[in-house]
T-cell receptor, first 115, second 117 residues
Framework: ETGVTQSPTHLIKTRGQQVTLRCSSQ?????VSWYQQALGQGPQFIFQ???????GRGNFPPRFSGLQFPNYSSELNVNALELDDSALYLC??????????????FGQGTRLTVV | AQKVTQAQTEISVVEKEDVTLDCVYE???????LFWYKQPPSGELVFLIRRNSFDEQNEISGRYSWNFQKSTSSFNFTITASQVVDSAVYFC??????????????FGGGTRLMVKP
């Protein structure tokens, strides 16, 4: 059983550019969540996708958008990059179990640097 | 709104000492879930434990133990006989009630644990 994998592992972009980060969920997991972790802080929830639909969103502007594909892999897109977008972006996948929250399994993250 | 506070930003201990990491949470929900994750330097968050709000039993797993006290909204984590490999950042997290599709976690700021040989 493969875990959650993210690509790329590191990325440098210029302010104003657009970026796409990718995540392959763990086998059998149909829910993917994205988190932003600034240096020295805890992860902040961006949004979650369940069966290809956005199912919840944190306090992030619309220039943060996402997709989930039929195989449950996911993309995070960020437009008009700002310096403050520099962070570790973590993807997590969860299985669906009726009636209870489940643990989220995280990938190793993508380190985005905006210059 | 949900909030998780980890007041200890950094703790340094010598190997074999016991150490407790504090976590205090706020939520208006009567049903919720609490988690602890470990983040080693590699960056990946490693799941340690999940506890639901109706289960106040303390849990022990090897050198790890967790003390959940609903009356004080705390979910503390103790490592007994710490080892150098325990050095990492530890996060406490809170999840809203089951919403048909997994978790949306609210994390604390983390506690950096350094275990010296």
């Amino acid at each position: 059983e493969t875990g959650v994998t993210q690509s790329p592992t590191h990325l440098i972009k210029t302010r104003g550019q657009q970026v796409t980060l990718r995540c392959s969920s763990q086998s059998g997991h149909n829910t993917v969540s994205w988190y932003q972790q600034a240096l020295g802080q805890g992860p902040q929830f961006i949004f979650q996708y369940y069966r290809e639909e956005e199912n919840g969103r944190g306090n992030f502007p619309p220039r943060f958008s996402g997709l989930q594909f039929p195989n449950y892999s996911s993309e995070l897109n960020v437009n008009a990059l700002e310096l403050d977008d520099s962070a570790l972006y973590l993807c997590a996948s969860s299985p669906e179990r009726q009636g209870q929250n489940t643990e989220a399994f995280f990938g190793q993250g993508t380190r985005l640097t905006v210059v | 709104a949900q909030k998780v506070t980890q007041a200890q930003t950094e703790i340094s201990v010598v190997e074999k000492e016991d150490v407790t990491l504090d976590c205090v949470y706020e939520t208006r929900d009567t049903t919720y879930y609490l988690f602890w994750y470990k983040q080693p330097p590699s960056g990946e968050l490693v799941f340690l434990i999940r506890r639901n709000s109706f289960d106040e039993q303390n849990e022990i797993s090897g050198r790890y133990s967790w003390n959940f006290q609903k009356s004080t909204s705390s979910f503390n984590f103790t490592i007994t006989a710490s080892q150098v490999v325990d050095s990492a950042v530890y996060f406490c997290a809170l999840s809203e009630p089951y919403n048909n599709a997994g978790n949306m976690l609210t994390f604390g700021g983390g506690t950096r644990l350094m275990v010296k040989p």
